[in-house]
């Protein structure tokens, strides 16, 4: 009787190691997330990327009755403006600039521009840009040149008209 009670201790004495052990395991090996992604509360979030147009401006070669005017959105990613009056064959450049106000590198930000085609007139204009580069480092800004122009035989009633731009910025790792 006396030898079954101390196989009895010694076997519950052994589970009990065995469980203590293995629940240090599971707390030690368990994931633990310190930053989460909003919204999503098991997602690990490491940094982020936010691009923002900082300026824009009128540059050198612009025919000097264009204007800028009706600028939302700067210090955000979408950037909104006129430009203009242009006529047949007119070329306006635009200064820009964006900074990474984010905390993670990024290998290839990607500026879009686009003209509104809100009417028939918006779509004789066409957009570009120069100056993005390959890769932006967090807090590092760039700049850039945007060119708009309109086409050279647009209808008569589209002569002196504004174009309605907006620039985007994006990004990602």
Known sequence: M???RRFASVALVGFA???????GFAAFTANAYINSA????????AGSIDLIVTSLSVG???PAYAALTNITGINTNLATFDLGPLGPGDVAYLDYSI???????????????????????DSLFSAGSSGAP?????????????????ELSPPAVCSGYSATVTLTVTGST
């Open 38 to 45: 909003p919204g999503n509360p098991g997602a690990p979030s």
């Open 17 to 23: 190691v065995v469980a203590v052990a293995g629940i």
């Open 99 to 121: 900074q990474n106000i984010g905390s993670l590198n990024i290998p290839s930000p990607k500026l879009t521009v686009t003209t509104t085609a809100a009417n028939t007139c």
């Open 60 to 62: 050198a070669g612009t």
């Open 134 to 150: 390959t890769f932006l480092n967090a807090g590092a800004s760039y700049s850039g040149v945007l060119t708009i122009s309109e």
């Open 2 to 4: 006396q030898r079954t």
